[in-house]
Every structure is written in structure tokens, then in C-alpha cells.
């Protein structure tokens, strides 16, 4: 049964047959008919050999059909009917519907917001390490000041102190002047070895100085006091500044920034990088080994 309808349908004439054989019982050419037409022989041909498909859209090969026929004088409404229904477009195969769209609309900004969450935690946990570390050498610079305070006012009431001293060995002189002067022969052959004995104290407390260096690569506090608890230096020095000063060792040094500082002590180089940076570094010199 489907053979017989498979070889009923082949036997069937096409569209472009059934104009073909319209077109040789009115014998007429194809360029006769290709001009009231306006398309060209090859045109016509592929009209007539059903390939529809090289003469455009469905609908112009339609109009060519019914004016074909027009000028045959043929009814083009069965032929027309015969033709092949056009093809449904395909859809693109990765369309997105709108639900789609909008869940992944929500997933990116879910993302953007956990992104903005991070950033967030990182800028305050930055702002609390800079601010546990600079807090620090603000309480201990204050410290140190309310010490210099205490001890200015101590070195300020040594010499009221000395001045009493003083006085007294004064007195005790004036006592003691009637008998100077009558043994005045006596006492002048023994004074040269008396002066020199202050020369021979000054020549060794020379030996006993040392010298710091400081080479100031940025803006830094600093105070140093000598062996003897003298303050030689405070207060805070620009960047470029060279700072030389001498006394008795050891020394009690305090540094704001240490590693913006050079030191030499009596010409050798001091190391001081082990100490923390952010910090106050405290140490003597010369550096206990």
C-alpha cells in the first residue's frame, strides 16, 4: 500500500512540470516568456525546474508564478496551492528565558556584595593594625616627657645643693687664711705638682669620652643621656640632620623611628635593625653583646 502511494506521488507533476508543459502546449519560448515577466532565461529554467529556492524569498516566487500563468492564460491558484510550505525558523538553541536572565542578575549582585563585604574587612583590619601599632610610641613618648620633666626639675635643685657646698668650703678658707699666710714660703714650692694633678684628672676624662654620630635619613624623636645621667641630647630632628655629640659611656639612648637613623660610636658603626619597627627603641651604648 505505501509503495503504491510512494509511486502515485513520484508520478505526480511537479510545479515547475506543470508550468513547463503549460508553457510548450501555447508554444511559446522561454525568452518569449521570460519578458512580459522581466526575469531572465536562467530564471525562468530555475522556475521550471523547481529550484525555488535560487529565486528568493517564497513569497516572489510566488508573484512569478501567477504572472507566469497570467500570460498563459492559466488558472495559478491550484498550481500555487502545490507549492511546499515554507520552513519554520529555527530557534537559537542558547536562548535565555527571563526568569533565567534575572536569576543570574541576583547572582551577580549577591556576588558583588560579598565582594564589597571582603573589601570592607580588609580596610578595617588594616586601620586597627596601624592604629594598635602607632598608639604606643604616642603613650610612651608622653611617658618619657613626664620622666624629662622629673628630671629637669632634680638637675635644677643639684645646684642649690652645690651652691651650699660651696659656700661652706669657702668659710672653712677664710678660716684657715691667717696660717696660708704665714707659711707662704712653704706652700709655693709644693703648688707645681698641685696643678699638675688636674691636668693629669683632665687628660684621662678626655680618654674616658666617647663620640656618637647620628645621620638622620627622615624626621625622628630622640634623647640621649650620657654614663654620668647627663641629658646630651632631645628633642625631635629633621631629615639630613647630623647629629655628633660626646660624653661619658654608656649611654641611655631612646629612638622614635630607629630605622630611618645611622649611628657610629667612635667611628664604628652601630647595628640597630633588630629592634621592632613602629615602636620606641631603647638600648645603650656601647651594645651589651
Known amino acids: 500500500m505505501n509503495e ?21 502546449q501555447a508554444n511559446v519560448s522561454i525568452e518569449t516568456i521570460a519578458a512580459p515577466l522581466k526575469l531572465s ?29 497570467r500570460e498563459l492564460k492559466v488558472d495559478s491558484t491550484p498550481i500555487i496551492a502545490m507549492m511546499p510550505a515554507p520552513p519554520e525558523p529555527t530557534k537559537p538553541a542558547n536562548m535565555q528565558s527571563f526568569s533565567r536572565r534575572t ?11 560579598f565582594s564589597y563585604l571582603i573589601l570592607a574587612i580588609v580596610i578595617g583590619s588594616s586601620a586597627l593594625w596601624f592604629w594598635q601599632n602607632a598608639t604606643p610610641i604616642e603613650e610612651q613618648t608622653s611617658n618619657i616627657n613626664v ?32 696660717q696660708s699666710t704665714l707659711a707662704t714660703s712653704e706652700t709655693l714650692t709644693p703648688q707645681t705638682p698641685v696643678e699638675a694633678a688636674p691636668a693629669a684628672q683632665q687628660e684621662q676624662s678626655t680618654d674616658n669620652l666617647s663620640t656618637i654620630v647620628m645621620n638622620f635619613n627622615d624626621e625622628s624623636w630622640v634623647e640621649i643621656y650620657d654614663g654620668e645621667g647627663e641629658k646630651v641630647a632631645f628633642g625631635v630632628k629633621k631629615a ?6 660626646s660624653g ?8 622614635g623611628k630607629h630605622d630611618v637613623v645611622s649611628i657610629t660610636l667612635n667611628g664604628e658603626p652601630i647595628d640597630i635593625s633588630a629592634f621592632p619597627k613602629n615602636r620606641l627603641a631603647k638600648f645603650k651604648l656601647p651594645l651589651a653583646e
Open 4 to 24: 503504491e502511494n510512494t509511486q502515485t506521488q513520484s508520478e505526480q507533476p511537479t510545479v515547475g512540470q506543470i508550468l513547463k508543459k503549460h508553457r510548450e
Open 240 to 245: 639630613g640632620y647630623k647629629m655628633t655629640v
Open 103 to 113: 536569576e543570574k542578575e541576583a547572582n551577580d549582585s549577591r556576588l558583588m556584595l
Open 41 to 69: 532565461e536562467l530564471q525562468v529554467q530555475r522556475l521550471e525546474n523547481d529550484e525555488f529556492a535560487l529565486l528568493g524569498p517564497i513569497t516572489f516566487v510566488k508573484g512569478y508564478i501567477k504572472n507566469y500563468c
Open 147 to 178: 620622666e624629662n620633666s622629673k628630671m629637669s626639675e632634680r638637675q635644677a635643685a643639684q645646684p642649690t645643693v652645690l651652691q651650699q657646698e660651696q659656700q661652706a668650703q669657702i668659710d672653712d678658707e677664710s678660716l684657715l687664711t691667717p
Open 248 to 255: 661619658t659611656p654608656p649611654f641611655s639612648i631612646v629612638l
